[in-house]
């Protein structure tokens, strides 16, 4: 059964850093490509960043870029978030999501975690 | 950027009856890159249709995708009493891969 586990969300200040971890199992996690959605409460779905399979594809919406950097540890089946100089607007729940390749480097998300929320507040 | 709108904002209809959900992009989508995604509150996002038109494991096939270029429709044959959700699409044919901002059906 394939579960994605995603930890590491909470309370911090503007300008504050914090990093998510998505832990995942059921499959084998170097074959897929890897996603962070967010969803700020009440609001809809925002996509955040992709990685593909071995890294060689790396996308961020431009409202992270700079200040998120995805990665994943095949090894540890582990996929990250390093997330700097947070805003206000950062608040959200932090999905990670399985990607099925549908062409070299465009994925479809097929298994989501249960998220995990950041709140950005002083 | 695609921006993908989505219409109706809001359906309500009733058990048994069809829904048309709408998702039309501001410029084509790559090789019909569109998926719907269904979300009911405190729940994950679930995938029901990729490529525009197929069905993801286990969605059942009342559930249908159709469309191309800029213009696609999600259609509920008949509406379950566990359908009543909120409908995103979202293109994965060119970064950044953007959601529409939903459509809610209720009863």
């Given at each position: 059964?394939?579960?994605?586990v995603e930890s590491?969300?909470?309370?911090?200040?503007?300008?504050?850093?914090?990093?998510?971890?998505?832990?995942?199992?059921?499959?084998?996690?170097?074959?897929?490509?890897?996603?962070?959605?967010?969803?700020?409460?009440?609001?809809?779905?925002?996509?955040?960043?992709?990685?593909?399979?071995?890294?060689?594809?790396?996308?961020?919406?431009?409202?992270?870029?700079?200040?998120?950097?995805?990665?994943?540890?095949?090894?540890?089946?582990?996929?990250?978030?390093?997330?700097?100089?947070?805003?206000?607007?950062?608040?959200?729940?932090?999905?990670?999501?399985?990607?099925?390749?549908?062409?070299?480097?465009?994925?479809?998300?097929?298994?989501?975690?249960?998220?995990?929320?950041?709140?950005?507040?002083? | 950027?695609?921006?993908?709108t989505q219409s109706?904002?809001?359906?309500?209809?009733?058990?048994?009856?069809?829904?048309?959900?709408?998702?039309?992009?501001?410029?084509?989508?790559?090789?019909?890159?569109?998926?719907?995604?269904?979300?009911?509150?405190?729940?994950?996002?679930?995938?029901?249709?990729?490529?525009?038109?197929?069905?993801?494991?286990?969605?059942?096939?009342?559930?249908?995708?159709?469309?191309?270029?800029?213009?696609?429709?999600?259609?509920?044959?008949?509406?379950?009493?566990?359908?009543?959700?909120?409908?995103?699409?979202?293109?994965?044919?060119?970064?950044?891969?953007?959601?529409?901002?939903?459509?809610?059906?209720?009863?």
């Amino acid at each position: 059964e394939v579960q994605l586990v995603e930890s590491g969300g909470g309370l911090v200040k503007p300008g504050g850093s914090l990093r998510l971890s998505c832990a995942a199992s059921g499959f084998t996690f170097s074959e897929y490509s890897m996603n962070w959605v967010r969803q700020a409460p009440g609001k809809g779905l925002e996509w955040v960043s992709s990685i593909s399979s071995s890294n060689k594809f790396i996308f961020y919406a431009d409202s992270v870029k700079g200040r998120f950097t995805v990665s994943r540890d095949n090894a540890k089946n582990s996929l990250y978030l390093q997330m700097n100089s947070l805003r206000g607007e950062d608040t959200a729940v932090y999905y990670c999501a399985r990607g099925v390749p549908a062409d070299m480097g465009r994925y479809y998300f097929d298994y989501w975690g249960q998220g995990t929320l950041v709140t950005v507040s002083s | 950027e695609i921006v993908l709108t989505q219409s109706p904002g809001t359906l309500s209809l009733s058990p048994g009856e069809r829904a048309t959900l709408s998702c039309r992009a501001s410029q084509s989508v790559t090789n019909s890159y569109l998926a719907w995604y269904q979300q009911k509150p405190g729940q994950a996002p679930r995938l029901l249709i990729y490529g525009a038109s197929s069905r993801a494991t286990g969605i059942p096939d009342r559930f249908s995708g159709s469309g191309s270029g800029t213009d696609f429709t999600l259609t509920i044959s008949r509406l379950e009493p566990e359908d009543f959700a909120v409908y995103y699409c979202q293109q994965y044919g060119s970064s950044p891969f953007t959601f529409g901002p939903g459509t809610k059906v209720d009863i």
